[in-house]
């Protein structure tokens, strides 16, 4: 009595809400494959199943999905584990090669990762069954949703014939066009510093998985995932960002005024020359292109890699901090996005973490206000983006330092309320139930 809800009183819901969002998730996919196969090509469903014979997109990314698989077993499994995925790789390895295919690894690890769930449902019960279970889907989210990415900028460059590039390049003048700084800043390094930012930028899923790992360490002892981790905020950010694409498309500078968008580019600007302020307008692109640029989702994924590297020891805090500042560097000084893209990714992951933390913990007054004040902050960016773009380049020093200003507002009012949440936490002694350890909080 009064004691608190007992767990099979919220056990339902939450099972009836899980069901709910694989039914969402699986309709979310199969619109994206009859909306890909429309244009031409597989979709993520098509595209994912094909990887179990032919060679795979990304054999890093379905090796950090077999990771994830791993944490809820044990070390003698995980070693079964990897010897089975690195056995089978070897025998694609050794056929595509006499055949002539095209050579690279990861089958071997969607394998081991199948398996799991074939044994999941035909060989555990109980909670066993549901842990790995979980497991494979994560694991399974984690690659779908990349062929997901895949599939919605091909939707991006074939249903958005214009960008909106000049409204945030003019924008971007209240910043200092740092994209062109930074491009400068790139070539001056040479190849050493082109390849360690190419590295950061392509293999930011290894950095994600190292964290991921540590924060669910604990899962096959505790035989319960954590009531938060990097993976969720992965996902979500995965998941909503495309459609932010659809509303604001954007290729960005070394496509609209560099070299690599051929006569489709406004000019041949980048990263020499800064374009001159005038009045921008919608351009029309090629159909290829993708329209990827706000918000920056390498910055946003960056971000939340920070964030869920300071609760790790220094060696994972050091990474991440330079996890982000060189996928800062790589996007901007590749060209590949606008300093107000990176504004906006901060912001965009800053309010999805809130509202993570907050549904997980109860939403209360302070978690209402930090993620509506962050997704209005949001708003006001991209509105202000399209709408003031010319009067921010007409007066840089006043705009420029207010949107700094309001990137910082809401990562203070994060950092602020996630202090108030784990004092409050820290002020409240459960009892821990018998028998069992209390899931570490993230």
Not at 26 to 47: D, H, K, M, N
Not at 184 to 192: D, F, L, M, S
Request: proline content about 6%; some cysteine; overall charge positive.
């Amino acid at each position: 009595m009064g004691g608190g809800i007992k767990p099979a009183a919220w056990r339902q819901p939450r099972v009836g809400l899980w069901a709910a969002v694989s039914v969402l998730a699986l309709g979310f996919l199969v619109a994206l494959e009859i909306a890909a196969r429309r244009y031409g090509v597989p979709g993520p469903l098509t595209s994912q199943a094909r990887e179990v014979i032919f060679a795979p997109r990304s054999g890093t990314v379905l090796y950090a999905g077999m990771a994830l698989v791993m944490v809820v077993l044990s070390w003698r499994r995980r070693f079964i584990a990897v010897g089975a995925a690195i056995g089978i790789d070897c025998v694609f390895w050794l056929v595509r090669r006499a055949v002539g295919a095209e050579m690279m690894f990861g089958n071997g690890a969607l394998w081991v990762t199948l398996a799991c769930a074939v044994i999941a449902v035909t060989r555990r019960t109980g909670r066993d069954r549901a842990l790995l279970l979980k497991g494979v889907g994560l694991a399974l989210l984690l690659v779908t949703g990349r062929k997901t990415g895949y599939t919605w900028l091909l939707i991006t460059s074939k249903t958005r014939p214009t960008v909106l590039d000049q409204y945030v390049a003019t924008a971007d003048h209240a910043l200092g066009n740092p994209s062109w700084v930074a491009g400068r800043i790139v070539e001056a390094t040479g190849t050493v510093g082109f390849r360690v930012l190419e590295f950061v930028y392509i293999q930011l899923a290894v950095m994600a998985v190292a964290v991921a790992l540590y924060q669910l360490r604990n899962v096959a002892v505790e035989r319960r995932f954590p009531r938060h981790h990097l993976v969720r905020t992965f996902l979500v950010i995965g998941l909503l960002g495309p459609g932010i694409y659809m509303l604001f498309p954007v290729v960005g500078p070394i496509f609209a005024f560099g070299g690599d968008g051929g006569h489709w580019a406004v000019a041949d600007l980048w990263p020499d020359t800064p374009p001159p302020v005038g009045t921008p307008r919608p351009v029309l692109f090629d159909g290829i292109t993708p329209r990827n640029c706000m918000p920056s989702l390498h910055t946003a994924w960056a971000t939340a890699i920070f964030i869920h590297s300071r609760r790790g020891p220094r060696a994972l805090r050091y990474a991440g901090v330079f996890w982000l500042i060189a996928t800062l560097g790589a996007t901007l000084g590749f060209g590949y996005h606008y300093g107000a893209d990176i504004i906006a990714g901060v912001v965009f992951t800053i309010t999805i973490e809130a509202a993570l933390r907050s549904l997980d913990r109860g939403w209360d007054r302070s978690g209402i206000q930090l993620a509506v004040y962050g997704a209005g902050v949001f708003v006001a960016l991209l509105a202000s983006y399209r709408c003031l773009s010319l009067e921010m380049a007409t007066y840089p020093w006043v705009f420029g330092p207010l949107l700094i200003l309001a990137m910082s507002s809401v990562a203070y009012g994060f950092v602020r309320t996630t202090k108030q949440w784990e004092r409050v936490a820290a002020s409240v002694h459960v009892p821990e139930p018998r028998g069992e350890r209390k899931p570490e909080l993230v």
